[in-house]
């Protein structure tokens, strides 16, 4: 079993809705990452929290609002999505070594 | 730039074959770190091995086993003796350290690995 867990695992929403995907570890891991990966594509980086604050934001446009209420919950806020937001999001953490720990996902749709 | 290249898209081999898995990258820094994860169909990522630049040993770790040569710019992953539960896509990265953090991972596209009965 993975020790980063994400919820919810499936969510279908409208380009109206506001929605949120959760992540948690208790690694004890200082960076926390959001990572997009579209069908048959490799993960792409979004966000990078390192001791809560944000470290990096891979231009990702505003409607995708990151929040990392502690170092163990790491949050996407999800407003006014487009069609083309639909995608694996994966949360990962780490030590800072580079050797992450994802979890198994949130496959969002957006219709 | 930095940039990982994984020339092969989809391998297939019968169980029992070796299989090895190219990767090649390019980057301007003189300390940088190199990964593999495999992603198996449930889509989670697990990380295989990291490398640093200043280490060229290859690494063996039960049927895996690695072969980094900075002469070339490659970090090749084979697998001895597959066996179906290979069968994953596997990923080879990169990685910066903006941020203070090494997990800021540069992926190339992936190799599609199906290991047959």
């Known amino acids: 079993d993975t020790e980063v867990t994400q919820t919810p695992k499936h969510l279908v929403m409208g380009m109206t809705n506001k929605k949120s995907l959760k992540c948690e570890q208790h690694?004890?891991?200082?960076?926390m990452y959001w990572y997009k990966q579209k069908a048959k594509k490799p993960p792409e980086l979004m966000f990078v929290?390192?001791?809560?604050?944000?470290?990096i934001n891979e231009s990702v446009p505003s409607r995708f609002s990151p929040e990392c209420p502690n170092s163990s919950l790491l949050n996407l806020h999800l407003h006014a999505l487009q069609p083309e937001d639909s995608a694996l999001y994966l949360c990962?953490?780490?030590?800072?070594?580079?050797?992450?720990?994802f979890g198994e996902g949130s496959r969002l749709t957006v219709l | 730039a930095q940039k990982v290249t994984q020339a092969q898209t989809e391998i297939s081999v019968v169980e029992k074959e070796d299989v090895t898995l190219d990767c090649v990258y390019e980057?301007?820094?003189?300390?940088?770190?190199l990964f593999w994860y495999k992603q198996p169909p449930s889509g989670e990522l697990v990380f295989l091995i990291r490398?640093?630049?200043?280490?060229?040993q290859n690494e063996i770790s039960g049927r895996y086993s690695w072969n980094f040569q900075k002469s070339t710019s490659s970090f090749n992953f084979t697998i001895t003796a597959s066996q179906v539960v290979d069968s994953a896509v596997y990923f080879c990265?990169?990685?910066?350290?903006?941020?203070?953090?090494?997990?800021?991972?540069?992926f190339g596209k992936g190799t599609k690995l199906s290991v047959k009965p």
């Open positions: 990962a953490s780490s030590l800072g070594t580079g050797e992450l720990f």
């Open positions: 690694m004890g891991h200082r960076a």
């Open positions: 929290y390192s001791y809560e604050k944000l470290s």
């Open positions: 980057t301007r820094d003189t300390t940088y770190y």
């Open positions: 490398r640093n630049s200043f280490d060229e």
């Open positions: 990265a990169l990685s910066d350290e903006r941020g203070g953090s090494q997990g800021n991972l540069i």
